[in-house]
């Protein structure tokens, strides 16, 4: 219990100390130890757990500690994750707005960013990659080149949803639930299709 | 000089309500936190806010947590950072634990079980949505370097797997050195 405990306040550690650029940002940082490293959620699981966060309020960093820690270890791992989480927050907050207000200079600040920038686009493009797989081909999606397999229905979703957000820049939250909407109306009525 | 208690009481409050009515997360907090603490209780000026966001935003973690923070010590030292921080993460921290308790059972039930799977390609387009969109972006002032960055980041976690921990340090090692040398250069960004 203690080792999960401990394990569980590290991971969210990592994620609260190398999120940088704000929401999405973390999103790979959470899959890579939520998912790759320590199995606690399957993708289909943390793809869900997106989901919720995007239509809940709250960051989603602290979303998904207190999501993946109340699973793990009850409402302690929640209390722990989520304090593992913001701890790095609070240190480098106070050091960089302590620098900020005795030198009144951010180029170095500015710098780094302007070079971390870059680096989270590719980190979001992948774990959006990952999602994208999944829905087209399900949990195994290591048959990419089987294109008779593709899930029909999310791939119309994906298009419009996506087409629709680029030319009229819906709300996220609205994109969501019409997709949930028109989507899970069509996999009741023919279940064969997921 | 003491805080008064009425202060603690109010900024806890008025986190707790932001962070409970703000959807979308992010940068939409910043100016709902403007309108409560600049306009409506006149605790900070408008620049600060604005100093206090891009700091946030410059920090590692949620900036929502971080806008707190730098509100919540403004305003009443480190218990006032502390009495934020709460405000902040409590909402989420109630609201996800129930959702996670009824997870499974939720999951179970046939019609939410095909809505999320719907969601699924929705929330697919909304990242690939931000994800040209921050490209687009990132690419506004120079071509060259961030297109570099991208693929070279991509390519490394998507098909080597690489730690995400190392390709964070090395972009700041880049970062650093880039600043480094044009600040030897006599330049600008």
Known sequence: MTITLLKLFWSFFQVGLLSIGGGYAAMPLIQEQVVQRNGWLTLAEFTDLITIAEMTPGPITINSSTFVGIRIAGMPGAIVATLGCILPSCVIVSLLAHFYFKYQNLLMIQGILKSLCPTVVALIASAGLSILLLCLWGEDSISVSLLQKINPVSLVLFVSAFVWLRRKKPSPILVMMVTGFFGGAVYLMFPNLG | ?189
Request: glycine share 6%; hydrophobic share 55%.
């Open chain 2, 1 to 189: 000089m003491k805080t008064p208690l009425k202060v603690y009481w109010k900024l806890f409050r008025s986190t707790f309500h932001l962070s409970a009515f703000t959807f979308g997360g992010g940068f939409v907090i910043v100016p709902l936190m403007k309108k409560k603490f600049v306009d409506e209780l006149g605790w900070m000026k408008e620049d600060e806010m604005l100093n206090f966001a891009a700091l946030a935003q410059s920090s590692p973690g949620a900036t929502s947590v971080n806008v707190s923070i730098l509100v919540g010590y403004r305003i009443a030292g480190v218990p006032g950072a502390a009495v934020a921080i709460l405000g902040t993460i409590l909402p989420p921290l109630i609201l996800l634990s129930m959702i996670s308790m009824f997870y499974q059972w939720f999951r179970e039930n046939l019609v939410i079980a095909a809505v999320l799977k719907a969601m699924q390609a929705g929330i697919a387009a909304v990242i690939a949505d931000i994800a040209v969109n921050m490209g687009r972006n990132v690419t506004r002032e120079e071509r060259l370097f961030p297109w570099i960055m991208m693929i070279a980041i991509f390519i490394a976690v998507h098909f080597f797997q690489v730690n995400v921990l190392y390709l964070i340090l090395a972009s700041i090692l880049v970062g650093i050195l880039r600043t480094l040398w044009r600040e030897k250069r006599g330049n600008t960004l």
